[in-house]
């Protein structure tokens, strides 16, 4: 048992003490290694100011990825090597050529935003994906800039040559990191203290568990833990001052829940799987689910953040709900006493009420692909097409034989206290033809089965009027192909 | 320009400092009619042949901004005992403060001291223009946010600590949140402002064909992405000096003076650069800096605050809320014989820029059209928010939005294209060129720029497509519209239109250029550089721009307007000038004096080959005998000739008459013009910007690549305003869209597909620094084409109806519009429409707790 956090930054190794563990790296960066390059605009993971490489172990490598440094925080990235905006240069104190290229472009204006792009395209070097005009701007999503409107930026993207142009972690001893690395990562680290302001003291404990049964242990005897896979959304809470946990647990350590794989048409996935690596994987299995991911969230989001975090966080527009309902995906359930698996159908009591008991971890979720005569449809409509929350979001599954529906299942989300399946529209669109007056009818009628109400994104009669339009929009679409498939 | 090989060599001859010496500001004012003799001499247009000017150097900073060692306020390394600084703002939007625990706030842990109106020196009022706001709140609030205390600590976390024993006991009162509102309890700021041309009234009467209705647009966050900051040091006898992240350095210098009781000449202000503006620090940046200030007072410790993004957004102003009921007559060819427009701007709850912002926009209300016959009515709404401010644009875009609003309407009521309305009502050249204030366009290319964008961006033939494409495809919708864009560049209050600069040269022939212009990005500094580079004939490396300081430049008016370069690149270069007419005259002794000849400045070249570190001087009878600049300056300085000089320069010729409202307030126009197309989804109103062509005249480019990405940057923040940012407030008037979770600008997904973007040469303009014309703002509303196009589409539903659009065109407008259309003629539904045809979105809650349904 550790009570240290051992993180290296540029190449420099910092055994931090645990007590400082609970803050976030870009305030440890900026406050306390006075590497002021990294910048926080929003504290949220919504504008990548602030972000920076992390190389994690991963099959007993360092795998580099740009990550948002305000929504890290420093329990979650032991046996992390950071790589920030000041660590770029190489020893001759030379700007690398991705700094140089946003130079020549003219691709910064006020300067706020540029460390956090500069990053962001040194971590598209780390992966080595080609450069074009898309991928740069599928890399680059997760950055706002206020200044440029972007397209010298992508002007700066685009004049980079990832051949000859050596990725930002090849300046450091990978080895001997991996090696310090390797030798930790096995060592579980925990840490308590009190926390005292104005006479009042408070306990906080952070727990980082190195295998499973560790971590049921300790969620048996501490059922109120908070348990942080990405920590995309509890950080911004905490940042936020709208959480203050004071007992959490990361599960960065964990072995065994990476799994990610699909046997006899399952798909299995483990709870520490990234929504980055299930991307990868549906672009071939699952392009559907793959569109979603791809306008959802940010690179940098998507790196950190888990499809498991996403069920457990029970927001009635997590983007992965409508899917996951409408192919009746199952979650593994894990106590130190044995495990269970929950359809999600019947996970959801309320809004953010689960039928997760307290020493329970979700450690897997499994569906079947969806079968050859059925059509899968998802929809999310948000104010700005990428990376933002939902307003409403829609899964339709339907099984058709023959031009007509055998059988409908429709999921929705945004329009009551948790994701909705509409059981009188699907039973309505049982045995009926695929033809436009049925999908209208079906809109009228599921709009009386939802409840939405008025928010920040959007009124209750647009959310009325997208859940009666979207099924019709799916009539034409699947109409579109049919049309598409009779012409080839 | 003469060639020596391969080697290109400029030369501007002497002559530019003798014959043809004239500063700008010792031109006679020239008549009107003779503006276009209004143009640098020959020997200035010879130096347009030099190297640095009109070259794509790389921004000043950026350098600095890739490795991340340019500093920011919160960037700058802390003091010993510095304090971090808070502020308490006003949970509500009206009321009355009956009591503040702040004694025992001030006693709790790691807390220094908490500060109230009380503890003001000074006095506590302020306002650019009219003095009605208070930097800490007196009595009572009133507005979400507004500060009522200052909080100074040992750390960040003693003061959230210590907010949590804050206990803040206010009677509400009732708020006012609407222009309707406003004018129904009869809350104005300034009094109504009136433009009149011709007789309205009688072109209303004997009109062919009549419309009327109301504009209404929801206002915008500037989303600087560097919130408010500022850092303050005590310095000796009780001054201060502070480094504000602010555009009007001077005004911070003169309000902390007089919060504090302070000479003007005891308040140091500094700006190295701000992170974005945009108009947001042009006079907000005002009341964190008189914080820290009055926390240095108090304290004699050095205090920092930086607001974050939330508080910033929650608490500062914004662009104006528009609400415009129009009239125009029209006729059947589409010609416009008169209009009449009832402006109101929602101000929030301080006068602040208000008054000139609305100004701006009667200025700003035909754009490009000739209008024989009309009447604009601005009156400033008093409500509930933060007091709304400068935002790229000034007031101009939403009177632009209004009449490209009212000419669409036209073109749908006569069934005609809409760029044949627009185009008739174009000014012209030589007749229907007069603007509501009398002054006349001149100069202009608008025409030009209209019919040279049809053509490349192939504007007729993609409208057949867009339309015949909307009446086969159930399932979206395609809009294309063109709109022109023309900006009145000058501050349109006069005293403002003035610059300093303070030009050094040392020893070693390295330059250092000081302006009160601050960097926000615009790229004002590397401009500078390559004026003053240029005027000296040396490479661009031997210039450095230093901090902006009201040490070194006072009396500066804020960097805005778009005027920037303008003011402070001609004061930089005045001062220039002033030296090298000093090094002129050593020279001619200096060369004479080898070869026996009578000394003769206008003989004394200066010259830079390759840009590089090859400036050389010499009289051109004898080029062989040389000196380098540097050599030149050492023997200068020798010979006791002063290297250093501050020049001055106030706009010429601009005047305006506020009770006639007639005049001549714009020393030239920024014009240009926008062909957008784009793709609405029918069922969900999802919008995609396709396709945006655009054509500016910015006169002669000092930096391509800055002003590149001025004209890039601008319009696609616009096209955020009239699309996705939308600002959402709860029923009390708390702001819920307060960070970019929920409050969407663009992002790099935005971006049009297709996307050209061209400048056009007018060899008609002839003035101005180096002959450029102004950038910045400009830009920005050439987004109207994206919203015009969004009405084109609509437009395109039905033939019997002319659809309704408010501005942000958001999923949630379209598909409300779309339905409303669709649903015209069905009885049986009616949509409420009532939360969206105000200017301000207030949202119905379902529960009282606006924060916990903000974050679903």
């Known amino acids: 048992m550790r009570d240290y956090l051992l993180i290296y930054v540029n190449g420099r190794r910092y055994k931090i003490?645990?007590?400082?563990?609970?803050?976030?790296?870009?305030?440890?960066?900026?406050?306390?290694?006075?590497?002021?390059?990294?910048?926080?605009?929003?504290?949220?993971?919504?504008?990548?100011?602030?972000?920076?490489?992390?190389?994690?172990?991963?099959?007993?490598?360092?795998?580099?990825?740009?990550?948002?440094?305000?929504?890290?925080?420093?329990?979650?990235?032991?046996?992390?090597?950071?790589?920030?905006?000041?660590?770029?240069?190489?020893?001759?104190?030379?700007?690398?050529?991705?700094?140089?290229?946003?130079?020549?472009?003219?691709?910064?204006?006020?300067?706020?935003?540029?460390?956090?792009?500069?990053?962001?395209?040194?971590?598209?070097?780390?992966?080595?994906?080609?450069?074009?005009?898309?991928?740069?701007?599928?890399?680059?999503?997760?950055?706002?800039?206020?200044?440029?409107?972007?397209?010298?930026?992508?002007?700066?993207?685009?004049?980079?040559?990832?051949?000859?142009?050596?990725?930002?972690?090849?300046?450091?001893?990978?080895?001997?990191?991996?090696?310090?690395?390797?030798?930790?990562?096995?060592?579980?680290?925990?840490?308590?203290?009190?926390?005292?302001?104005?006479?009042?003291?408070?306990?906080?404990?952070?727990?980082?568990?190195?295998?499973?049964?560790?971590?049921?242990?300790?969620?048996?005897?501490?059922?109120?833990?908070?348990?942080?896979?990405?920590?995309?959304?509890?950080?911004?809470?905490?940042?936020?001052?709208?959480?203050?946990?004071?007992?959490?647990?990361?599960?960065?350590?964990?072995?065994?829940?990476?799994?990610?794989?699909?046997?006899?048409?399952?798909?299995?996935?483990?709870?520490?799987?990234?929504?980055?690596?299930?991307?990868?994987?549906?672009?071939?299995?699952?392009?559907?689910?793959?569109?979603?991911?791809?306008?959802?969230?940010?690179?940098?989001?998507?790196?950190?953040?888990?499809?498991?975090?996403?069920?457990?966080?029970?927001?009635?527009?997590?983007?992965?709900?409508?899917?996951?309902?409408?192919?009746?995906?199952?979650?593994?359930?894990?106590?130190?006493?044995?495990?269970?698996?929950?359809?999600?159908?019947?996970?959801?009591?309320?809004?953010?009420?689960?039928?997760?008991?307290?020493?329970?971890?979700?450690?897997?979720?499994?569906?079947?692909?969806?079968?050859?005569?059925?059509?899968?449809?998802?929809?999310?409509?948000?104010?700005?097409?990428?990376?933002?929350?939902?307003?409403?979001?829609?899964?339709?599954?339907?099984?058709?034989?023959?031009?007509?529906?055998?059988?409908?299942?429709?999921?929705?989300?945004?329009?009551?206290?948790?994701?909705?399946?509409?059981?009188?529209?699907?039973?309505?669109?049982?045995?009926?033809?695929?033809?436009?007056?049925?999908?209208?009818?079906?809109?009228?009628?599921?709009?009386?089965?939802?409840?939405?109400?008025?928010?920040?994104?959007?009124?209750?009669?647009?959310?009325?009027?997208?859940?009666?339009?979207?099924?019709?929009?799916?009539?034409?679409?699947?109409s579109d192909n049919q049309n598409k498939k009779e012409a080839a | 320009?003469?060639?020596?090989?391969?080697?290109?060599?400029?030369?501007?001859?002497?002559?530019?400092?003798?014959?043809?010496?004239?500063?700008?500001?010792?031109?006679?004012?020239?008549?009107?009619?003779?503006?276009?003799?209004?143009?640098?001499?020959?020997?200035?247009?010879?130096?347009?042949?030099?190297?640095?000017?009109?070259?794509?150097?790389?921004?000043?900073?950026?350098?600095?901004?890739?490795?991340?060692?340019?500093?920011?306020?919160?960037?700058?390394?802390?003091?010993?005992?510095?304090?971090?600084?808070?502020?308490?703002?006003?949970?509500?939007?009206?009321?009355?403060?009956?009591?503040?625990?702040?004694?025992?706030?001030?006693?709790?842990?790691?807390?220094?001291?908490?500060?109230?109106?009380?503890?003001?020196?000074?006095?506590?009022?302020?306002?650019?223009?009219?003095?009605?706001?208070?930097?800490?709140?007196?009595?009572?609030?009133?507005?979400?946010?507004?500060?009522?205390?200052?909080?100074?600590?040992?750390?960040?976390?003693?003061?959230?600590?210590?907010?949590?024993?804050?206990?803040?006991?206010?009677?509400?009162?009732?708020?006012?949140?609407?222009?309707?509102?406003?004018?129904?309890?009869?809350?104005?700021?300034?009094?109504?402002?009136?433009?009149?041309?011709?007789?309205?009234?009688?072109?209303?009467?004997?009109?062919?064909?009549?419309l009327k209705g109301t504009f209404i647009c929801n206002g915008q966050e500037q989303f600087y992405l560097e919130s408010q900051a500022a850092l303050a040091w005590p310095g000796e006898h009780g001054e201060i000096q502070i480094h504000s992240s602010s555009q009007n350095p001077t005004e911070i210098q003169e309000v902390i003076a007089e919060a504090l009781g302070l000479g003007f000449n005891e308040v140091v202000c500094v700006c190295k650069r701000m992170g974005g503006a945009f108009g947001g620090k042009e006079t907000q940046a005002v009341i964190p800096a008189v914080m820290v200030a009055l926390v240095v007072a108090k304290t004699k410790r050095p205090a920092r605050i930086a607001y974050t993004k939330d508080e910033d957004m929650r608490s500062t102003g914004k662009r104006h809320p528009y609400k415009i009921h129009y009239k125009v007559a029209f006729t059947a060819d589409g010609k416009i014989t008169g209009v009449k427009f009832d402006i109101f701007s929602n101000g929030g709850a301080g006068a602040d820029l208000s008054t000139a912002i609305m100004e701006r926009t009667l200025f700003h209300s035909e754009n490009a059209y000739f209008i024989p016959n009309l009447i604009f009515n601005g009156t400033i709404c008093k409500t509930n928010f933060p007091p709304n401010t400068a935002f790229r644009g000034f007031g101009g875009p939403q009177g632009m939005a209004n009449i490209e609003n009212v000419i669409q309407e036209i073109a749908i009521f006569l069934k005609k294209d809409a760029l044949e309305i627009r185009r008739l009502n174009c000014y012209s050249h030589d007749e229907r060129n007069v603007t509501p204030y009398g002054q006349i366009v001149r100069n202009h290319l608008l025409p030009e720029i209209i019919d040279q964008l049809v053509e490349t961006s192939g504007y007729r033939q993609r409208l057949t497509e867009v339309e015949d494409f909307n009446r086969q495809s159930e399932t979206h919708l395609r809009g294309l519209a063109l709109t022109p864009m023309k900006f009145g560049i000058s501050f349109t209050t006069k005293f403002l239109n003035q610059g300093n600069a303070l030009v050094n040269i040392y020893k070693d022939g390295t330059v250092q250029v000081s302006t009160g212009g601050t960097e926000m990005g615009q790229g004002l500094n590397t401009k500078i550089r390559q004026l003053v580079a240029d005027e000296f004939s040396i490479s661009y490396d031997d210039v450095r721009m230093m901090i902006t300081s009201t040490e070194k430049n006072n009396n500066t008016p804020p960097t805005a307007a778009s005027a920037g370069t303008d003011l402070n690149g001609f004061a930089a270069v005045n001062a220039c000038r002033k030296i090298r007419k000093n090094l002129t005259k050593f020279a001619s002794s200096y060369f004479a004096a080898k070869r026996g000849l009578d000394p003769a400045p206008e003989h004394i070249c200066f010259e830079n080959r390759d840009s590089g570190n090859n400036s050389s001087v010499f009289d051109d009878r004898n080029p062989e005998n040389r000196l380098t600049f540097r050599e030149l300056v050492k023997l200068a300085f020798m010979d006791r000739v002063s290297l250093g000089e501050r020049g001055f320069y106030s706009t010429p010729e601009i005047n305006f008459n506020r009770d006639t409202e007639k005049g001549e307030p714009f020393f030239y126009y920024t014009t240009g013009a926008a062909v957008s197309e784009v793709l609405i989804d029918r069922f969900t109103g999802h919008l995609k910007l396709e396709r945006s062509d655009l054509l500016l005249d910015i006169g002669e480019s000092i930096n391509p690549g800055i002003d590149r990405g001025q004209i890039v940057g601008g319009f696609i923040q616009g096209v955020g305003w009239v699309t996705n940012e939308d600002l959402r407030y709860s029923e009390k008037g708390e702001l819920l869209t307060y960070s970019p979770t929920t409050y969407k600008i663009p992002n790099i997904q935005d971006l049009p597909e297709i996307f050209n973007v061209d400048t056009i040469h007018n060899p008609h303009h002839q003035i101005n620094i180096r002959r450029s014309k102004a950038v910045g703002e400009p830009p920005l509303m050439l987004c109207l084409s994206v919203w015009i196009a969004v009405k084109h589409a609509l437009s395109c539903v039905r033939n019997d109806v002319c659809p309704r659009l408010n501005l942000p065109a958001t999923g949630e407008e379209i598909l409300l519009r779309l339905t409303e259309l669709n649903d015209y003629s069905k009885e049986h539904r009616t949509i409420d429409f009532s939360a969206l045809e105000s200017e301000v979105s207030l949202v119905v809650l379902p529960s009282s707790s606006a924060e916990t349904k903000a974050t679903v």
């Open chain 2, 1 to 210: 320009m003469k060639e020596n090989g391969n080697q290109v060599t400029n030369v501007s001859a002497a002559s530019s400092v003798t014959n043809d010496d004239l500063f700008v500001d010792d031109l006679p004012s020239a008549q009107n009619e003779l503006r276009s003799d209004f143009i640098e001499s020959p020997a200035a247009q010879k130096r347009d042949r030099m190297k640095v000017v009109g070259k794509q150097v790389a921004h000043d900073s950026a350098v600095g901004h890739v490795t991340g060692d340019a500093l920011f306020v919160d960037d700058l390394p802390f003091t010993k005992n510095e304090l971090v600084v808070d502020f308490i703002g006003s949970p509500v939007a009206h009321g009355e403060i009956i009591n503040l625990n702040s004694e025992e706030l001030a006693q709790l842990d790691g807390i220094t001291g908490v500060f109230t109106h009380a503890d003001i020196p000074g006095h506590n009022l302020y306002g650019p223009v009219i003095q009605d706001e208070r930097f800490l709140a007196e009595g009572v609030v009133e507005y979400v946010g507004q500060p009522i205390a200052i909080i100074a600590g040992e750390s960040r976390e003693a003061i959230r600590q210590a907010k949590k024993k804050l206990r803040l006991e206010i009677k509400e009162l009732v708020p006012v949140f609407t222009i309707e509102e406003a004018i129904s309890a009869k809350q104005f700021i300034g009094t109504t402002r009136r433009f009149k041309q011709g007789n309205f009234e009688k072109a209303w009467s004997e009109a062919e064909h009549t």
């Open chain 1, 17 to 478: 003490s645990g007590k400082r563990g609970f803050q976030s790296l870009s305030d440890f960066l900026r406050y306390d290694l006075g590497m002021v390059g990294t910048k926080v605009v929003c504290a949220e993971g919504d504008c990548g100011s602030c972000t920076v490489l992390i190389g994690r172990v991963r099959n007993s490598q360092l795998l580099y990825e740009g990550i948002d440094s305000c929504i890290q925080y420093l329990y979650q990235l032991d046996c992390s090597h950071v790589i920030t905006v000041e660590g770029l240069k190489d020893e001759a104190q030379i700007i690398h050529p991705v700094q140089k290229a946003m130079v020549d472009a003219a691709g910064s204006q006020c300067g706020y935003c540029t460390p956090g792009f500069v990053m962001a395209l040194a971590a598209m070097l780390e992966t080595g994906e080609t450069l074009t005009r898309h991928s740069v701007q599928d890399g680059l999503t997760g950055n706002l800039c206020r200044c440029t409107g972007y397209e010298q930026i992508i002007d700066a993207g685009l004049s980079l040559n990832q051949k000859v142009i050596p990725k930002a972690s090849k300046c450091y001893d990978a080895k001997a990191i991996l090696a310090d690395f390797m030798e930790h990562v096995v060592q579980p680290v925990y840490c308590e203290y009190e926390k005292k302001w104005n006479g009042a003291g408070q306990q906080v404990q952070f727990f980082v568990p190195a295998y499973l049964e560790e971590a049921l242990e300790f969620k048996q005897k501490n059922k109120h833990v908070t348990v942080v896979a990405g920590g995309t959304d509890i950080s911004v809470q905490m940042n936020k001052e709208r959480l203050e946990p004071n007992c959490i647990m990361s599960l960065t350590h964990l072995t065994g829940l990476e799994i990610l794989e699909i046997e006899n048409k399952t798909v299995t996935v483990g709870a520490k799987v990234t929504w980055t690596e299930l991307g990868e994987f549906c672009q071939e299995h699952l392009p559907e689910l793959d569109e979603i991911i791809s306008i959802f969230a940010s690179r940098q989001i998507k790196n950190a953040a888990t499809l498991a975090g996403n069920i457990a966080n029970a927001s009635p527009i997590a983007d992965s709900l409508p899917f996951l309902h409408v192919i009746d995906a199952e979650m593994e359930l894990t106590a130190s006493h044995g495990t269970r698996w929950v359809n999600i159908n019947r996970f959801y009591h309320g809004y953010k009420n689960t039928e997760m008991k307290p020493d329970e971890l979700i450690t897997r979720i499994r569906w079947n692909l969806p079968e050859p005569e059925t059509v899968l449809k998802l929809y999310k409509v948000s104010k700005r097409k990428d990376l933002d929350i939902s307003t409403f979001t829609a899964g339709i599954l339907l099984r058709l034989k023959k031009g007509k529906i055998q059988n409908a299942r429709l999921a929705f989300g945004g329009v009551g206290p948790v994701v909705l399946r509409l059981p009188k529209t699907e039973e309505f669109l049982q045995g009926k033809p695929m033809l436009p007056g049925i999908f209208h009818e079906a809109g009228k009628l599921a709009r009386d089965e939802i409840s939405p109400i008025s928010d920040v994104r959007a009124s209750s009669d647009y959310r009325l009027q997208l859940a009666e339009n979207i099924l019709l929009k799916f009539f034409h679409e699947c």
